[in-house]
């Protein structure tokens, strides 16, 4: 079984690289790729910094959301960790289908810091329906000024990732609340930890069912933390700007000013909510067919390749390379002593 749990994660790794291959195919067709260079070349480079440190700072403030619950629920994690956590989260859910290999790695790699199970747990479900309700809302938002840009294929898509956001929306809010889903999630992240392997697994039973009554305590001390939660909804707003804006950044980058960072941002928010349902890893192929199609009335033809190479390049492709040697560095490093009191650890 373990290692057919391995084989499923090398299969989905190589189905993303495929991907992206066939992607770069698609995408460059019968284009120059020497005037696509060129073009490249020719970028303002301190447009594109900005873009690299904006993408930087979506993982910071999902860090900071992370860091804010744990806090909250006596958890001693450090600021730096909380970014690993943040970055090993977006790798995982890159290369896995639907992002389902986020969360579940984020609280195996939690629970070799010492961080309670059912604490991680609950801490990345509040930061998750956080994110889910601001992109549902700035998606709907954006929407009524941008839907001239959507073909009927779009606007089924858009209509299906709205769906199934709202789905994911409703799940994680009954999770938070609800003790009997509560333990089907520590269950998963049980399976998680056997997949690395994790000796006298049967042993910790006990103790994670003592966790999982220590999260709902936990589910309903936030419950009685309403200024936290909203803390956290204007992060995840913050967050989610600054994301979208990486779009305006290339925009600019490529020398173009007609549209606003307002419109820019707005047009991104409509196409990551029509691609977030996609199940494909890190929706590769489908997102930068979107983008081509959502942006063609504001880069000419002969420039659309390109800006698709570098928006995906600084928002997704640089951050799961630098995110993939973040995983290995740290999966390498010396791990906890087995003092853990929280329960044994890897």
Same mark, same amino acid.
């Given at each position: ?22 992607? /770069? ?11 696509? /260079? ?55 859910? $890159? ?56 073909? +009927? ?35 998963? +992240? ?54 979208? $804006? ?9 020398? /173009? ?15 990551? +909510? ?15 067919? +979107? ?56």
């Amino acid at each position: 079984m373990e290692n057919k749990k391995k084989s499923n994660l090398l299969i989905s790794f190589i189905f993303f690289v495929l991907l992206i291959a066939l992607t /770069f195919k698609i995408l460059l067709g019968d284009e120059n790729v020497f005037h696509i /260079f060129k073009i490249l070349k020719s970028v303002k480079i301190q447009f594109v910094v900005i873009g690299i440190f904006s993408m930087f700072l979506y993982l910071v403030l999902e860090a900071v959301n992370m860091g804010r619950t744990l806090k909250k629920l006596g958890e001693s994690s450090t600021f730096f960790r909380n970014i690993k956590y943040s970055f090993i989260g977006f790798f995982f859910s $890159s290369i896995t289908p639907a992002a389902s290999g986020g969360q579940p790695m984020q609280i195996y790699y939690m629970y070799r810091d010492k961080i309670s199970v059912a604490n991680s747990t609950l801490a990345l479900l509040i930061n998750l329906s956080s994110m889910q309700i601001i992109t549902i809302s700035f998606a709907l938002i954006s929407l009524l000024f941008n839907y001239q840009y959507l073909n +009927a294929v779009l606007i089924i898509c858009f209509i299906v990732g709205i769906l199934l956001n709202s789905s994911a929306l409703t799940l994680l809010i009954i999770g938070i609340f609800s003790k009997k889903l509560s333990a089907g999630l520590i269950g998963f +992240a049980l399976k998680v930890l056997k997949f690395f392997r994790v000796k006298n697994l049967d042993d910790k039973k006990e103790k994670f069912e003592k966790e999982l009554e220590k999260y709902q305590s936990s589910a309903l001390y936030i419950k009685e933390n309403k200024k936290m939660i909203i803390k956290i909804l204007f992060t995840t707003l913050i967050q989610f700007t600054i994301y979208y $804006s990486i779009t305006y950044w290339v925009y600019r980058a490529l020398d /173009f000013n007609k549209y606003n960072i307002i419109q820019i941002i707005t047009m991104q928010s409509v196409l990551f +909510a029509t691609v977030s349902g996609i199940p494909s890893p890190g929706a590769v192929g489908v997102s930068e067919g +979107a983008f081509t199609e959502i942006f063609r009335n504001v880069y000419p033809k002969n420039i659309m390749s390109s800006a698709v190479l570098l928006n995906r390049g600084i928002n997704f492709y640089l951050y799961v390379l630098i995110c993939a040697i973040v995983t290995i560095i740290n999966h390498f490093v010396k791990r906890t002593p087995k003092n853990f009191t929280k329960g044994e650890v890897v």
